[in-house]
């Protein structure tokens, strides 16, 4: 019989021979950041032909409509507009690489100064949104799906239910009508002052956030109870009530754990659904944002911008998968070894 020690030697002296295997979680990160890149490349190619592809010239974003052929033909000439588009597709890839992102056509400030401010209030404004709206959702979409069929799951999911079904805009609206117009108790426009924050009146992100926090709920509410009431019917779930151990310890110990790997998933999906609810919502409460400043550059036909905006919203959004697979795997042990 050979000890442990000399096993150890002959496991080393074989490891000699052999390259060392990167740990799966390891390998399975380098994996989702490699295809977050090509999609992020994928992503940039649409975006580009996207904005190439728009009727009219951008040109009469800084001379406008009534200029003549000569000064249009001379700014198209100055924004490179009569290069080949695989080389200002080349010129533009190469400077979001070196963090030049651009000129604004319409601003007549970099693109990154433009974004800057506005990033930030969509910022002020997201995160209000998921301090609330996520702890909320998962404590009564967890409740409601560990008593299904019940009076508390009735209780929830059925506001949740109906709230769906209305848009985002349309509840927007009626909340600046009857808090900003008929009680007069908040402001019914978020406009901030140049210079502040939009913490520097707090009420003007009441409205905003509790339209994000309604809608996001609903749609959230829903899944996390879905994801937990099927892991209360589940086998293992069964047998541990066969067995008489105590519901509470059925919940925390065993549902709970294989229902937050699916309540992760929902809350990436709410998260990027955020970022498009909050295009829609800023709009309506003229809140100045990183979407509205999407929505005005469309219209204005400020390429620049819009291509920034874009590829910037992209790489959150795969920046946000690839956390959310990375937090499930560590959640679930054997998805580490299958990595």
Not at 24 to 39: E, Q, S, V
Not at 162 to 176: E, N
Request: overall charge neutral; charged content about 10%; aromatic content about 6%.
């Amino acid at each position: 019989m050979i000890s442990q020690p000399v096993q150890d030697v002959i496991a080393d002296a074989g490891d000699g021979h052999r390259p060392r295997r990167a740990h799966p979680l390891t390998r399975m990160i380098a994996l989702r950041i490699a295809a977050g890149i090509l999609l992020a490349w994928v992503v940039s190619v649409i975006i580009f032909v996207g904005t190439e592809v728009l009727p009219g010239n951008a040109a009469y974003a800084v001379l406008g409509r009534y200029s003549s052929p000569s000064a249009l033909a001379a700014v198209s000439a100055q924004l490179g507009l009569n290069k080949p588009a695989y080389q200002r597709y080349l010129e533009w890839l190469g400077g979001v690489l070196h963090g030049n992102l651009g000129t604004s056509l319409t601003a007549h400030e970099s693109v990154a100064a433009f974004m800057s401010g506005r990033l930030g209030n969509s910022l002020i404004l997201a995160a209000a949104t998921m301090a609330i709206m996520i702890p909320l959702s998962v404590a009564l979409g967890l409740a409601a799906g560990t008593k299904t069929g019940q009076v508390e799951d009735h209780l929830i999911s059925d506001p949740a239910l109906a709230i769906i079904g209305i848009p985002d805009f349309v509840i927007g609206s009626l909340l600046a009508v009857f808090f900003g117009v008929v009680l007069h108790v908040l402001p019914p426009v978020s406009l901030v002052l140049p210079g502040t924050t939009p913490l520097s009146d707090p009420a003007i992100l009441v409205l905003p956030t509790l339209t994000l926090v309604l809608v996001g709920y609903a749609y959230m509410v829903r899944l996390v109870r879905a994801g937990m009431s099927e892991a209360m019917t589940s086998d293992y779930v069964e047998w541990a009530r066969l067995n008489g151990i105590p519901e509470r310890r059925i919940i925390s110990k065993h549902a709970l754990r294989n229902a937050l790997a699916p309540t992760v998933q929902t809350t990436a999906l709410t998260v990027q659904w955020l970022i498009g609810g909050i295009f829609v919502v800023e709009t309506v409460f003229g809140y100045p944002g990183i979407g509205q400043g999407l929505v005005q550059a469309v219209q204005a036909r400020d390429i620049p911008t819009v291509q920034s905006i874009g590829l910037i919203i992209a790489f959150i959004y795969i920046g946000i998968n690839i956390l959310a697979d990375i937090i499930v795997i560590l959640l679930i042990p054997k998805l580490r070894t299958q990595a």
